[in-house]
T-cell receptor
Framework: KQEVTQIPAALSVPEGENLVLNCSFT??????LQWFRQDPGKGLTSLLL?????REQTSGRLNASLDKSSGRSTLYIAASQPGDSATYLC???????????FGSGTRLQVQP | NAGVTQTPKFRVLKTGQSMTLLCAQD?????MYWYRQDPGMGLRLIHY???????AKGEVPDGYNVSRLKKQNFLLGLESAAPSQTSVYFC????????????FGDGTRLSIL
């Protein structure tokens, strides 16, 4: 059974700092890995999707990497801003499955 | 540009009452999903559908039923609500294809007293 773990559960950083969020998964047979952002009381917004054949994806100040063999992904946020404050969720789509398996998220607070 | 719309946004029920949560998407997506989100546990899949007229069980299906009579709608029913079903419920949809991202609604916050 696929299990997804995100560490740390919470993170507080000063504005302008570069930061890395971690995601690990137990079954490396995946189609893709997706990073989401969730604001309080809101739904999930897709940030980046990395296919199993890819090593990284970039969108603006965000860069996500994937090391399938070791079961790890990182989300790098450059020059953090208070508006980046949210919960970030990692989810994987395991081969043969139609749905995602989610981690429990990292709650990020960027201090002005 | 509505995307995925969930109705209602909030609801309080008494134990034993029944209700239906509605999810509607206007993107012509084949796949639709119902998840629940509990504190510290991430999202867990309740039921999903791969097309009109089809449904399948997810990780935590007990106590819930679903129907997909129209491609754009996916209904989640609670026949006899229990306090353990207090949660935030999210609906999602995606197009066919293994690398298509899921699109989420804003959620329904449900409390069972």
């Amino acid at each position: 059974k696929q299990e997804v773990t995100q560490i740390p559960a919470a993170l507080s950083v000063p504005e302008g700092e570069n930061l890395v969020l971690n995601c690990s998964f137990t079954d490396s047979a995946i189609y893709n890995l997706q990073w989401f952002r969730q604001d309080p009381g809101k739904g999930l917004t897709s940030l980046l999707l990395i296919q199993s054949s890819q090593r990284e994806q970039t969108s603006g100040r965000l860069n996500a990497s994937l090391d399938k063999s070791s079961g790890r992904s990182t989300l790098y946020i450059a020059a953090s801003q208070p508006g980046d404050s949210a919960t970030y969720l990692c989810a994987v789509r395991t081969t043969g499955r139609r749905a995602l398996t989610f981690g429990s998220g990292t709650r990020l607070q960027v201090q002005p | 540009n509505a995307g995925v719309t969930q109705t209602p946004k909030f609801r309080v029920l008494k134990t034993g009452q029944s209700m239906t949560l509605l999810c509607a998407q206007d993107m012509n997506h084949e796949y639709m999903y119902w998840y629940r989100q509990d504190p510290g546990m991430g999202l867990r899949l309740i039921h999903y559908s791969v097309g009109e007229g089809t449904t399948a069980k997810g990780e935590v299906p007990d106590g819930y039923n679903v129907s997909r009579l129209k491609k754009q709608n996916f209904l989640l029913g609670l026949e006899s609500a229990a306090p353990s079903q207090t949660s935030v419920y999210f609906c999602a949809s995606r197009p066919r294809g293994k690398d298509q991202p899921q699109h989420f609604g804003d959620g329904t916050r449900l409390s069972i007293l």
